[in-house]
């Protein structure tokens, strides 16, 4: 595959989570908890993939190589918990912005652990990500807003493990099998989110039969598809280029919102949603430049 169809892969990824926002409305209209459609989520998710493992070529792994996985799964299941409790004493807006500063956390990670500092145009495409998530997510038009300190750390914290989990996708254990890998890092976020909601709705019978669409909808675009679609792209496209790719994520928020709930998008969200995917475009077009150059470099070495 070219760099370029890995690139699509990880845009993809982002896109799933950018669906979930609208699920998730949905299953709290029909009066589902914040503990259930999270807990939810996550329990129908793993099962589906684990299904998908059941069926497949089965590749054995270590008891280490196992638990690296496992744990690197927690930044998964933490990224959700701590973004429903940035939601508690935020805007939707602004939460969302705060989540969204994994754009430079992730470029950062890559920088303090794999050496690769930033290039310029990198940093003007990350400039033009924040630029445009502040647009569409129509913060700087809101005559109220809710703010505070508390909310604020959750929300950043929520930013700092998902640009975690995108990095560990990326270096964690390469040749495991991609579903394989999304199957155990899916487990960890199971796990994680388990501890922190007590999955007490599983002993409601009629919370589940009325939460099974909702959490088979959470569970494929949330917890099936995005660990699925970062294994097999991260690992080539690195994890600075892969949390830019990801912020695909609040064009698809912004158009669901629109198209799914009917909700109002004033023209500054949506010139936000085209500065953003400029962003992604133009960091990509980049990459792939640099890399053809690196190859050319190396073929005349050679």
């Known amino acids: ?60 792994l270590t008891l280490r190589q196992t638990a690296k996985l496992l744990l690197s799964g ?25 989540l969204f500063q994994f754009v430079w956390i992730g470029a950062l990670l890559e920088w303090v652990f794999h050496k690769k500092k930033p290039t310029p145009s990198k940093l ?34 929520a930013a700092f493990t998902f640009s975690t989990f995108v990095f560990l996708s990326s270096s964690v254990e390469k040749a495991t099998p991609p579903i394989l890998k999304s199957a155990l890092l899916s487990s960890g976020g199971l796990f994680t989110v388990f501890v922190v909601f007590p999955p007490t709705f599983l002993l409601e019978w009629n919370v589940v039969a009325g939460l099974i669409p909702y959490g088979l909808a959470l569970g494929i675009f949330g917890v099936v598809l995005p660990p699925l679609l970062f294994s097999i792209g991260m690992p080539h496209v690195g994890s600075g280029l892969g949390t830019i790719l990801t912020a695909s994520e609040l064009p698809v928020v ?9 909700e109002p998008i004033n023209m500054a969200q949506w010139m936000g949603v085209i500065i953003i995917l400029t962003g992604i475009v133009s960091s990509n077009i980049r990459s792939g430049n640099s890399s053809k150059k690196t190859l050319n470099t190396q073929n005349t070495a050679s």
Do not use: D, R
């Open 1 to 60: 595959m070219k760099l370029w169809h890995y690139a699509l892969i990880v845009f993809l990824g982002g896109c799933c989570y950018g669906i979930l926002s609208t699920f998730v409305k949905l299953a709290y209209a029909a009066g589902f908890t914040v503990s259930a459609v999270t807990g939810g989520q996550y329990f129908f998710g793993v099962v589906l993939t684990w299904l998908v493992v059941v069926f497949t070529k089965k590749k054995k």
């Open 74 to 98: 927690i930044p998964f299941g933490l990224t959700g918990v701590f973004y429903y409790q940035a939601l508690q004493t935020l805007n939707a807006s602004l939460a969302i912005v705060l």
């Open 124 to 157: 003007i495409s990350i400039g033009l990500l924040l630029i445009g998530s502040l647009l569409a997510a129509n913060v700087l038009f809101q005559e109220q807003m809710s703010l505070s300190w508390i909310g604020s750390v959750w929300g950043l914290l």
């Open 254 to 262: 912004i158009a669901m919102s629109s198209l799914v709930l009917a």
